[in-house]
């Protein structure tokens, strides 16, 4: 008989929701582009405008404010084309990539200081880390950037569902359904204030700014599942407290109630999540899309860990469907592989 599996790494994608399932299932049978005049047309334009209606309550936004892209990262892009940005240190790489302005740096436990923001900046700053779980000082950074003319990108990839996207005072939020339980290869960027977009792909859909013919399964799914995901911060906590000799990076600040990151001393992160893996459970040493990777993680680097410690870090991030059964068979695997690893 098969091992059964246990699934850990939310933050990389989240099982696809049923609600997204039968969402989708329902699109594929309507026959017609969004764009076009008729009947068909318009069947197609209802799916996407009905899910771009619930999309925006879901990010305090209005619909005509929510622009289609093919995921987080394209919204990313999309915010940050055209100036120069001052990015936090720990930001997901689809930011470090686009924002080539300074960095600015973070604390022990991963969260800037709103005092530090130069006036006037404009900035790129995520909600929610999505290797720690550390969440920033939103309300504080709010005030900073809105009472010095400044002007604030949101990676809310992490965020959404778990954290009052009503409460981020950001001008733009890019925001990812695959992360939410919808299907991969669809996001938004939700546009608080309007400005141009001179990342922005040319064409007539999204009200000229993102061009392509709208991905109508896809966004149907994301609709349907723009809605708060349970609180896992119990099941986190259990988890903290059985690992024996473990270090929890973040774990001083506040935290998305999902995430730990977690260092086995001597062992790293590369050796952990294969050992895991043979045991039945899926985790993540860092960011997914940096996984295949064997650098120390570099949003550790940024919040002072030396260099051997930040390569011994595993990310856990819990989603519904688990239970106490799930995080105690866990925290034994780990215990047994870390006494077993240290011995050698």
């Known amino acids: 008989m098969a091992k059964r599996r246990i699934y850990m790494d939310w933050n990389a994608t989240a099982p696809l929701a049923p609600a997204a399932r039968d969402a989708m299932a329902a699109a594929m049978a309507v026959l017609g582009n969004p764009s076009s005049v008729h009947g068909e047309g318009r069947a197609a334009r209802r799916l996407v405008e009905d899910a771009r209606a619930r999309i925006a309550a879901f990010a305090s936004a209005a619909p005509e404010q929510v622009v289609f892209t093919s995921g987080g990262t394209e919204a990313n892009a999309l915010a940050l ?137 896809g966004i149907a799914g994301f609709g349907a599942v723009a809605r708060p995901l349970p609180d896992m911060a119990a099941l986190r906590d259990r988890l903290e407290a059985r690992l024996e000799g473990a270090v929890i990076y973040g774990s001083d600040g506040p935290r998305l109630g999902n995430t730990s990151c977690i260092g086995m001393p001597g062992v790293s992160g590369e050796t952990q999540v294969m050992a895991f893996d043979l045991e039945g459970f899926a985790v993540s040493a860092g960011a997914a899309c940096s996984s295949g990777k064997v650098d120390a993680s570099h949003v550790l680097l940024a919040m002072g860990v030396d260099e051997t410690a930040a390569g011994e870090a595993i990310r856990i991030s819990l989603g519904p469907g688990l239970a106490e059964a799930d995080i105690d068979a866990f925290a034994a695997a780990w215990n047994r592989l870390a006494a077993r690893l240290r011995r050698r």
């Open 81 to 217: 084309a055209g100036r120069e940005w001052l990015a936090g240190a720990s930001e997901h790489a689809s930011v470090l990539d686009h924002a080539a302005g300074p960095r600015l740096a973070v604390d022990g436990d991963g969260r800037i200081r709103p005092d530090s923001i130069p006036p006037g900046m404009a900035v790129a700053l995520m909600a929610a880390n999505n290797e720690t779980g550390a969440i920033h000082p939103l309300e504080q950074t709010g005030r900073r950037v809105r009472g010095t003319g400044g002007l604030w990108h949101c990676d809310a990839v992490q965020a959404a569902g778990r954290l009052d996207l009503a409460a981020i005072d950001a001008d733009s939020l890019a925001l990812s359904a695959h992360k939410l339980g919808g299907p991969m290869g669809v996001g938004a960027l939700v546009l608080r204030t309007e400005r141009a977009l001179d990342g922005a792909i040319r064409g007539a859909q999204e009200r000229r700014r993102r061009g392509g013919t709208e991905n109508v399964v």
